[in-house]
T-cell receptor, first 115, second 116 residues
């Protein structure tokens, strides 16, 4: 089955530690995205990547870093510089060549809690 | 400035009735796309319906239809014959293009509760 995998579903970390969230897709999509969702709020774009070895900052990139070494993988690192890292993180992908009209496919999300 | 506005934080609807969820947007780009997503309590995002800025007709997908009023910059979602499984958060989103076609902006969402 094709889809997007995010692991783990729940993640706990101590304050001051870096943590990496996994996102893998087997949809052969070029573009991948990371969003953050806080309780009762919409999704805010952290980073996105249109192609391997390239990525752009979204609206709230401070305190986060990403890499895109493989088409299938787009891991997100939440660094100690992120002041309020506790949130729900969603990864998405999209076929880049389809123009502006295709929807994004989302993973199941990772709920990060920093203690 | 808020580019996507959803003014109804919470809505209730009786089962089998229709409900309209409001969405207004702000863009100066003539080419854009509007999306609606459903997010159940499990957290997954489910794509419901899409409307392109140049589409002449309102989009429909099963029980979902989009009331697109371009001059008013409004893209309301209409759910007909509500079911208990429709209880969820609903997000309106916009993709501006072509230069920023990969960036999608989401609204704050509306929580819908379907009452038996």
């Amino acid at each position: 089955d094709g889809g997007i995998t995010q692991s783990p579903k729940y993640l706990f970390r101590k304050e001051g530690q870096n943590v990496t969230l996994s996102c893998e897709q087997n949809l052969n999509h070029d573009a991948m995205y990371w969003y953050r969702q806080d309780p009762g709020q919409g999704l805010r774009l952290i980073y996105y990547s249109q192609i391997v070895n390239d990525f752009q900052k979204g609206d709230i990139a401070e305190g986060y870093s990403v890499s895109r070494e493989k088409k299938e993988s787009f891991p997100l690192t939440v660094t100690s510089a992120q002041k309020n890292p506790t949130a729900f993180y969603l990864c998405a992908s999209r076929p880049r060549t389809s123009g502006i009209y295709n929807e994004q496919f989302f993973g199941p999300g990772t709920r990060l809690t920093v203690l | 400035a808020q580019k996507i506005t959803q003014t109804q934080p919470g809505m209730f609807v009786q089962e089998k009735e229709a409900v309209t969820l409001d969405c207004t947007y702000d863009t100066s780009d003539p080419s854009y796309g509007l999306f609606w997503y459903k997010q159940p309590s499990s957290g997954e995002m489910i794509f419901l319906i899409y409307q392109g800025s140049y589409d002449q007709q309102n989009a429909t997908e099963g029980r979902y239809s989009l009331n697109f009023q371009k001059a008013r910059k409004s893209a309301n979602l209409v759910i007909s014959a509500s079911q208990l499984g429709d209880s969820a958060m609903y997000f309106c989103a916009m993709r501006e293009g072509p230069t920023s076609y990969d960036k999608v902006i989401f609204g704050p969402g509306t929580s819908l509760s379907v009452i038996p």
